[in-house]
């Protein structure tokens, strides 16, 4: 069964900083990852998506990587604002055995300190 | 502009009632999906449908129950056998080719009274 983690669970940083989200899965199997923001009350947004034959994407500040074999992807956010706050979430879209199905993981709050 | 809408934006069920969730795309794409979101936890997948007249049953189908008779359709009916119903809801579409990714709704917030 797919699971996917995201470390950390929550963080904090103060307005200007770089910095790096973690996603790991167990299965190897994927179509691709695709990392969305969620803000309090609201849908999810695709900020990146990534194929399992690519090692990375990038939009704007936002870089995301895949390491596919080691099952890892980080998404790096660069110089963050506070409008970056929101929370994270990224899933994996499975192969046949999974059904054609996104997994996430339970996603890493961030706060972005002015 | 193409997108995918949900409603009601926000829904409250009295003990025993069956309630319908609402969810339209205009995206043209052949999959949906419904998944629930609980406070600390990832989203879980009640059911999706990949083509017109089918769908199957996700992690979590018990106590729900969908249709899907246009491609543009997707509702959801949350029955009186689901205990615990009080969630956000999510609906979203893909291209069933795997390399394009997934549109979500904007979620209805559901709450038992």
């Known amino acids: 069964k797919q699971e996917v983690t995201q470390i950390p669970a929550a963080l904090s940083v103060p307005e200007g900083e770089n910095l790096v989200l973690n996603c790991s899965f167990t299965d190897s199997a994927i179509y691709n990852l695709q990392w969305f923001r969620q803000d309090p009350g609201k849908g999810l947004t695709s900020l990146l998506l990534i194929q399992s034959s690519q090692r990375e994407q990038t939009s704007g500040r936002l870089n995301a990587s895949l390491d596919k074999s080691s099952g890892r992807s980080t998404l790096y956010i660069a110089a963050s604002q506070p409008g970056d706050s929101a929370t994270y979430l990224c899933a994996v879209h499975g192969e046949v055995e999974y059904g054609n199905k996104l997994v996430f993981g339970a996603g890493t709050i961030l706060r972005v300190k002015s | 502009d193409g997108g995918i809408t949900q409603s009601p934006k926000y829904l409250f069920r009295k003990e025993g009632q069956n309630v319908t969730l609402s969810c339209e795309q205009n995206?043209?794409?052949?999959?949906m999906y419904w998944y629930r979101q609980d406070p600390g936890q990832g989203l879980r997948l009640i059911y999706y449908?990949?083509?017109?007249?089918?769908?199957q049953k996700g992690d979590i189908a018990e106590g729900y129950s969908v249709s899907r008779e246009k491609k543009e359709s997707f509702p959801l009916t949350v029955t009186s056998a689901q205990k615990n119903p009080t969630a956000f809801y999510l609906c979203?579409?893909?291209?069933?080719?795997?390399?394009?990714?997934?549109?979500f709704g904007s979620g209805t917030r559901l709450t038992v009274v």
């Open positions: 979203a579409s893909s291209s069933t080719g795997e390399e394009l990714g997934y549109t």
């Open positions: 449908s990949q083509i017109v007249n089918d769908f």
């Open positions: 995206l043209n794409h052949d999959a």
